[in-house]
């Protein structure tokens, strides 16, 4: 990758491109991995510096490090991705960032402790940034007909034993959000669509998690690849083209309990 990158560097400008956010690890990195090896090019952000991925690989177009719990550095990316893009059109935004606060004793942050401030911040980076930043892409989105993805939680619709309240809280305002705006970026031709992992096999699950197999009637964990595939279902025209305001459960069947 080139320190000033652009879209037409030795790529055809009928490949697609999608943004996605945290995507540094996990699910995210996944992601952005299975768009590029389906042939479409990659900006991608997350708060860790220039994957050596990115620098090496033609698909991927743009890395930038953002700090998505700060608007202003929210808008910072935004700008900068638009300066990439040149006037070329967003077809996918997937807002997979996201963070859930925890104790350094393993215990579950609830409504009764915590500090009440670290609310703020996980609704700043799992709530607000995700509108944010479709608001900023909304214009290029409309130009490409694409689809935003918001990656919800399980938690978000029932207790769980290790997600915090604030997270859970957040996530299940980010399922509304996407009902809201995929009444609204209808408008611009625009899908809003979400996915609501349930126990998924990242380097963030710790052995804990082996508990709660008994609970999915699949008797497994997810793999980050089921997530992302989930996710280029709902950006791909194709298929699900006329499919919005939707969330997929991707949780093996946990939520069914």
């Not at 349930?198 to 699950?205: L, R, S, Y």
């Amino acid at each position: 990758m080139s320190e000033e990158p652009h879209l037409e560097d030795g790529l055809s400008d009928n490949l697609k491109n999608v943004i996605v956010t945290g995507a540094s690890r996990g699910i995210g990195h996944t992601t952005a991995r299975y768009f590029r090896d389906k042939g479409w090019r990659i900006l991608t952000c997350s708060r860790d510096d220039t994957p050596e991925a990115c620098k090496r690989d033609p698909y991927w177009t743009a890395h930038i490090p953002t700090d998505l719990f700060d608007p202003e550095s929210t808008q910072a990316f935004v700008d900068e991705a638009l300066e990439v893009l040149d006037g070329q059109p967003v077809h996918a935004l997937v807002n997979n960032a996201g963070w859930s606060p925890k104790t350094d004793y393993k215990e579950r942050l609830g409504c009764l402790n915590g500090d009440v401030e670290a609310w703020h911040s996980v609704f700043e980076l799992n709530f607000f940034a995700p509108l944010r930043l479709a608001r900023g892409f909304a214009g290029s989105l409309a130009k490409g007909k694409g689809a935003v993805v918001n990656v919800t939680s399980i938690a978000g619709h029932r207790i769980h034993p290790f997600a915090g309240s604030a997270y859970s809280t957040s996530k299940a305002a980010l399922s509304a959000l996407t009902r809201e705006m995929a009444a609204e970026f209808a408008q611009i031709g625009v899908r809003v669509n979400a996915v609501a992992p349930g126990e998924i096999e990242t380097d963030m699950v710790s052995g804990d998690y082996e508990m709660l197999i008994p609970r999915i009637p699949m008797q497994r964990m997810g793999q980050p690849k089921d997530v992302a595939a989930t996710i280029f279902s709902l950006c791909d025209p194709e298929h699900f083209g006329y499919v919005t305001g939707e969330e997929i459960f991707i949780t093996g069947g946990q939520h069914l309990y």
